[in-house]
């Protein structure tokens, strides 16, 4: 069966530090891969998403980026964090037309 | 712009009553729709999925699907305390690569003893 994993679950990091998050997928190949964020109270905002290896679509201008060095892994960057950057941080899958499944999530504070 | 409409709740049901939690999307191409359980502090769960006009039963759980009103809602029957969770509509326009969804903000239900 297909797993996901996100790690760190939490981080606090100081504003104008770097940022990586990871996530990686289990038991499927060329999946769909997608990072979204979900700030407290809000719906979830998809941030990018990516359809294979090296292929990032970016959904809305900001201070993130994303990238695709394998199959199975997706990571989302900053070089500089902001305080606007806090929040839920979600990676999902999904295979073709299929349900998209979610890891655990990263929750992120900025200080 | 896409959107997806949910009443924010609290949606409060007492225990062993149906819970009716209702979407409204306004893209008229949207091709797929998803409904995901989020418990506080958790990630969101599929709890499930429906293509075609109608009804789609799996357990508890009873998705109906209304095109051309462009509505989609979830029945749950028997609701347990346990069901008390923000409920996330989701929809696929069917348009473009990537199979991106929208989301709504949710519905909170409460389940009451």
């Known amino acids: 069966s297909q797993t996901i994993h996100q790690w760190p679950a939490t981080l606090v990091q100081p504003v104008g530090s770097p940022l990586s998050l990871e996530c990686t997928v289990e038991?499927?190949?060329?999946?769909?891969l997608y990072w979204y964020r979900q700030a407290a109270g809000r719906g979830l905002q998809l941030l990018f998403y990516?359809?294979?290896?090296?292929?990032i679509s970016s959904e809305v201008p900001q201070n993130l980026s994303a990238s695709r060095p394998q199959d199975r892994q997706f990571i989302l960057s900053s070089k500089k964090l902001l305080l606007s950057d806090s929040g839920f941080y979600l990676c999902?899958?999904?295979?073709?037309?299929?349900?998209?499944?979610f890891g655990d999530g990263t929750r992120l504070s900025i200080l | 712009q896409k959107e997806v409409e949910q009443n924010s709740g609290p949606l409060s049901v007492p225990e062993g009553a149906i819970a009716s939690l209702n979407c409204t999307y306004s893209?008229?191409?949207?091709?797929?729709f998803f409904w995901y359980r989020q418990y506080s502090g958790k990630s969101p769960e599929l709890i499930m999925f429906?293509?075609?006009?109608g009804d789609k039963e799996d357990g508890r759980f009873t998705a109906q699907l209304n095109k051309a009103s462009q509505y989609v809602s979830l029945l749950i029957r028997d609701s347990q305390p346990s069901d008390s969770a923000t409920y996330l509509c989701?929809?696929?326009?069917?348009?473009?690569?990537?199979?991106?969804?929208?989301f709504g903000t949710g519905t909170q239900l409460k389940v009451e003893l």
């Open positions: 989701a929809v696929n326009a069917g348009t473009g690569g990537g199979n991106k969804l929208t």
């Open positions: 429906i293509y075609s006009n």
């Open positions: 038991g499927t190949s060329n999946p769909n």
């Open positions: 999902a899958w999904s295979l073709g037309n299929q349900p998209q499944h």
């Open positions: 990516s359809v294979g290896i090296g292929q």
């Open positions: 893209d008229r191409g949207s091709q797929s």
